[in-house]
């Protein structure tokens, strides 16, 4: 197996940019190693899944970090639950606040959107070449900020503690939790993972409008009807 390369070995502080998948994307066609960490106090333009605008004003937390693993095609979706686990659990133990996880990549504070995931990947044939992570949390932002021209209702952690939160220990916290579970993941596999994912999904009684496709090759997550099992 090839050798791991901690998550934050190296990180990049910017005040602003377009976006930090971007950016790290960019490293990583320029052949930057595993493991690098983005981080901007604030974002442009940032992007959520299919393409959706990503509102990323000052307060919030945003990073992007770079993998290059060695598995197979198939095995890509797990990052993003294993990205969205280390998160959950990074807030909760800081805040005690109580969070769920709602397919495929969002993180949800009493039915709001907190965080969001976004993960891109460059594959040729079937190998994988590089995958790039990106998550926003919402921290310390205005709530009235958050919410201009969303579909979906949109919290942030001070709007529920009624006070702020230090970033950095969040971001430390996060950091912490991926080197966790990312190293056992690739010596183990995903099961004990995607356990802990459904321990903490939303509305898990509830038929998935997406069912979990790109899982099911390796994994048994669904039953006949497409639900959860």
């Not at 959706?52 to 990052?79: A, D, H």
């Not at 912490?176 to 009684?205: A, C, H, M």
Request: aromatic content about 8%.
């Amino acid at each position: 197996m090839k050798p791991y390369r901690e998550i934050g070995h190296k990180i990049i502080w910017l005040e602003e940019v377009d976006s930090t998948n971007n950016y790290a994307k960019n490293l990583a066609e320029k052949g930057e190693e595993e493991g690098i960490v983005v981080v901007a106090r604030k974002q442009t333009c940032g992007r959520g899944r299919e393409d959706r605008n990503w509102i990323s004003p000052e307060g919030g937390l945003y990073l992007s970090f770079i993998l290059r693993p060695v598995f197979p095609v198939k095995e890509l979706t797990p990052i993003t639950l294993l990205s969205a686990v280390a998160v959950l659990e990074a807030v909760e133990d800081i805040t005690s606040l109580k969070c769920q996880l709602k397919w495929p990549n969002d993180l949800l504070l009493h039915g709001k959107k907190v965080c969001g995931i976004l993960t891109e990947s460059k594959v040729v044939g079937e190998t994988v070449v590089y995958v790039v992570v990106g998550i926003g949390v919402n921290v310390n932002n205005s709530i009235e900020e958050l919410n201009a021209g969303l579909q979906y209702p949109a919290v942030s952690l001070k709007e529920k503690l009624g006070y702020d939160i230090e970033i950095s220990i969040l971001l430390k916290e996060i950091i912490r939790n991926l080197n966790k579970y990312y190293p056992l993941t690739l010596s183990k596999g995903w099961s004990f993972i995607v356990k802990k994912w459904k321990e903490k999904l939303y509305q898990v009684d509830k038929e998935l409008r997406e069912p979990i496709i790109h899982l099911q090759d390796f994994l048994s997550l669904e039953n006949e009807e497409g639900e959860l099992a």
